[in-house]
């Protein structure tokens, strides 16, 4: 069973977004980008899948511009088999329904019967991208999952889905879009020699408008700003009388 | 213009999302329906109390009661054929649910709006709430989550008609297994007044059980850091983040919790916020209104203590 694993760069989830006041977008010139890290976790599952050998191949896809593929690279490091990067201009503002249509044209011509990816994308925060993909190509969803596993004879999985009451357990056809939660796994560094070995293995570009869709904004960005925080009084306290009475003093008990 | 508002069931009584998201249906439509998905047409009864809703639509069968995303998404676009607006909660709930929607209609949804500046501007967080960004949408119909800490929670007082409709059930493509619930006799993490959060710093799931004591005596939540549910302190739905729950309680204590970045995105907009911990430079004491700079151990013990 072949495995897509689309995969974003985004800003380090580490480092505080700047707004770039005269452009009115998120500053990314010169900053920290990495994988986003529920893509690692996909990437990682995909792996040990294929480790259990019950995977034929696994494929990382990225959209996105030409840094995209340091991206590709890190996924290619880590094990898999090969990229594909889908090359976008450097103003394209994609939307989760562009990318989902791109992925579908990918998944359509590889034939692929599993797509592993991120809950969500930690620059954005949509967390939609798997559910429209799984819309697009009407195929089975599991998503937020802690917890996969494949039936023997490979016709179905059943998953583990972090919700807002406790843990849901479903059972999903394949073909399946999974995306992946914090706590499945935790993800591999790549080695140095892999890293090595990285460098010669396959990498497919694509060129956006050669996939014709169209890919104008549904959604446009007006402006953005930093969240100011709320002042806060920042007092010290040293005892648990003089914690109660400020907080009763505040109405807060 | 009319809205369409999805209902989440907890058992049968309206989630406190679903309030919510009702309360920004009607910043945005004169005409606000209510669909509710479930297995008995009895639990819609408590939806047909809310204020300001016209109809309540329910569908029901089997597949509905445990929220089977490919048959929800398709009847959920089907109902869409005659509203310009679908208003949900941000929950899981609906966020498995409505971008599938969104697939179907060829929509782009917005998550997580905090804000309806116009009836097609909105305001939403990014990079973890760090960035907030007005958008504006052109689509000819218009799919969102709302967040619940940003919108009043719309109270009962209507008496809207209950109507059933009777759909073709899309093919499901899962089956539901199991579900492993929370049971818990505290206050609810997203609606609680207060909240004592725990994290790291607690060290182990026994001593974890401070935190519980605590909570009990202010008649408090129980809320967790990623690291606390990730050590197996206590179970994921506790996790307030990014990628747990949003709060925005009168009164968040948060003990043996560093305060990174995505901790602050489920918290920050809490009124009062209390950081305990021995480390003076942690962000959360920047971030904190009373700050306790101890042993956690000793200090929770003496807060519990205390009468
Ligand atoms: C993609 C992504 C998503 C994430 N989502 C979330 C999320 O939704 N929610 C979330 O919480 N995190 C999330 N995280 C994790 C986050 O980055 C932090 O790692 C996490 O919040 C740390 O938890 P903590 O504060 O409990 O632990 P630590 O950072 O280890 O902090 C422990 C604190 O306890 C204090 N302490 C220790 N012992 C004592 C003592 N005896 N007395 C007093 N104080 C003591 C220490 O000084 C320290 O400040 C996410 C991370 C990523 C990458
Ligand atoms: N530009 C992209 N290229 C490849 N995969 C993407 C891209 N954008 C989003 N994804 C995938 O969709 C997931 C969820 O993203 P989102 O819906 O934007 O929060 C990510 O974790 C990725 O797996």
Known sequence: MKIIIPIKRVLDPYTQARVDKQSQTVDLNNAKMAMNPFCEIAVEEALRLQEDGKASETIAVSIGTDKTVDTLRTALAMGVDRAIFVKTGSELNLQPLHVGKILAKIIEREEAQLVFMGKQAVDNDNNQTGQILSGLLNFSLGTFISEFKLSDDGGSVEVSREIDSGIETRKLNIPAIVTVDLRLNEPRYASLPNIMKARSKPLETIELTSLDIDVTPRVKVLSVEESGTKDRAAKEVHSAQELYSELNQLGVL | ?307
């Open chain 2, 1 to 307: 213009m009319s809205a369409l508002v999805l209902i989440e069931l907890i058992g049968s009584e309206v989630s406190a999302n679903s309030r919510a998201a009702i309360t920004a249906a009607s910043q945005l439509a004169d005409t606000i329906d209510a669909l509710v998905l479930t297995n008995a047409v009895d639990n819609a009864s408590q939806t047909s109390s809310l204020a300001g809703l016209g109809t309540v639509k329910v569908i029901v069968n089997e597949e509905l009661e445990h929220a089977c995303v490919e048959v929800a998404s398709g009847l959920i676009a089907e109902v869409m054929a005659s509203y310009k607006y679908l208003v949900a909660g941000s929950s899981t709930y609906s966020k498995n649910i409505v971008p599938r929607v969104g697939a179907l209609l060829d929509v782009q949804p917005i998550s997580d709006v905090c804000e309806i500046k116009s009836k097609n501007t909105f305001v939403r967080p990014l990079y973890a709430g760090n960035i907030m960004a007005t958008v504006e949408s052109s689509d000819s119909k218009i799919l969102m989550t709302v967040r619940s800490t940003s919108f009043e929670h719309s109270q009962d007082g209507g008496s809207a008609s209950i109507e059933e409709l009777s759909l073709t059930m899309p093919e499901s493509q899962s089956t539901f297994v199991s579900l492993q619930e929370s049971q818990s006799e505290r206050p609810e993490l997203t609606t609680a007044a207060r909240i004592v959060s725990g994290g790291r710093g607690l060290g182990s799931k026994e001593d974890f059980a401070l935190i519980d004591q605590l909570a009990d005596k202010l008649d408090a939540a129980v809320g967790a850091s990623r690291a606390a549910v990730d050590a197996g302190f206590i179970t994921n739905d506790y996790q307030v983040g990014q990628t747990g729950k949003v709060v925005a309680p009168k009164l968040y204590i948060a003990v043996g919790i560093s305060g990174a970045i995505q901790h602050l995105a489920g918290m920050k907009d809490s009124e009062v916020i209390v950081a305990i911990n021995n480390d003076p430079d942690a962000p959360m004491c920047r971030m904190a209104d009373l700050i306790w700079k101890t042993d956690l151990f000793g200090a929770m013990q003496e807060m519990i203590d205390h009468n």
